[in-house]
């Protein structure tokens, strides 16, 4: 029965957080944290029961079972306490700075214009390759309903101009956004799977790109299937105005506009590469040198301050802010990316929780661990739970966060796999995209900026999500066995 017990806890766990969140309408950092402290009273570890037979041992004591458990249990609440300044202190910065950085881009035009540069490259005929790309690109920093807020005017405008393929450029934009929404850092969910599972953020950010750019190539044609299946007409909006846009005299250069995304991507690239190049070689001293430059430099909590740095600086000299406007611009910002950081601290702590316990042995001596089977398991595990949670409570950042901090809890590692964990967090974010229906905000977000009905939405953006997700899997799966960085 002592065996079943860290597997009892599990289940108790995922039941609460599920039940909290969607019969209770609790908040997901409340029903994370009240998770937390279930399975932290349920856990009875021989690793948690040595502080207090040591600490009656001291006092020339000796407890019983029973007097050990309750002092276990007593010391919950401070362990989840703990556990959620450790899950904050890793990822807080980082989601703060990737907050700032995405209203920036937005407020000074910087993201206008990398929108309008890709429509000016790729003419009308490319429009749909354009919006695509553009919700790629802007989904890294910025947040998907920001993001698709900013590229359906140019849907609209586009119809208007053509009189077709209305669908395909609000499923462009959608998808587009979406991929890089649950596989590449700095958006918060890809950030906080790479974290809980202990990736190399530039791996994440490396991989989560190829995995992005390969789902991203073959989405497109099945938007044009779907935009034939589904043609309609744009709606107007009751009582709409037009919004005059900025000309393009006023919006920041394309170079500019893409530094505050490019550089934190190439800063933490960078040592990844160098790292794996070093270790590769061997440890000479002037590797060593670099390595530990790049390190620096590489570093997330940097990285993302001098592009969140950057990034002001356009939004102050591009719409000529003073200081004080700047301040309330960015306090703006971190109100929104302080909900994340609570939410994904509270994840942190539930799935150390978990850990302590333990979840891992209980799992491995459920289902053994051998090679490549074993990672096959995990990684359609790691799919298959996200895909319920997205389903379940609506939010694909949720899911990831739940599901990573499930997961680590088993103490997943390259020799269980069969290939680098990275992929493992590429099938938690893709499955984080199946499901997309009326609990998720994303939902009503594309039904009513696009002017479509419920039905509409669940026939177009429910199916290229389930599609996509699908997809996304699919290339997680074909380059852990052609790629698997082992």
Known sequence: MDSLLPLIALLVGIVTVIGLIIAVRLNAFVALTIAALVVAMMATTESLR???QDLAAMKGEVWSDSQ??????????????????????NIAIVIAMAAIIGKC?????AADRIVRSFLKLLGQKGAPVALLSSGFVLSIPVFFDTVFYLLVPLARSLWKSTRKNYMLYILAIGAGAAITHTLVPPT???????ENLGVDLGMMILIG?????ATAAVTLPVCLVMNRWLDMPMRPYAGEEEISPLSDEELPPLWLSLAPIVLPVLMISTHTITSQVAKGLGGSETLTRVTGITGLLGNPNLALLLSAAVAMWILVAYRKLTLTELGKRTETALMSGGVIILITAAGGAFGIALQQAGVKQAILDFVGSNGQDMGLMMLVLGFGVASIMKIAQGSSTVAMIVTSSMIAAMGVTREMLGCHPVYLCTAIGAGSLVGSWMNDSGFWIVSRMSGLTEVETLKAWTVILVIVGSIAFGFSLLFAKLLPLV
Not at 188 to 194: E, N, R, T, V, Y
Not at 209 to 213: D, E, K, P, Q, T
């Open 50 to 52: 040595q502080y207090p």
């Open 68 to 89: 050990v458990e309750k002092f276990v249990a007593s010391n919950a609440p401070t362990r989840v306490a703990s556990a959620f300044g450790t899950s904050a202190g």
């Open 105 to 109: 881009l937005m407020d000074s035009g």
């Open 188 to 194: 918060p969910g890809p950030l906080i799977i790479a």
């Open 209 to 213: 790109s190829l995995v992005g750019l």
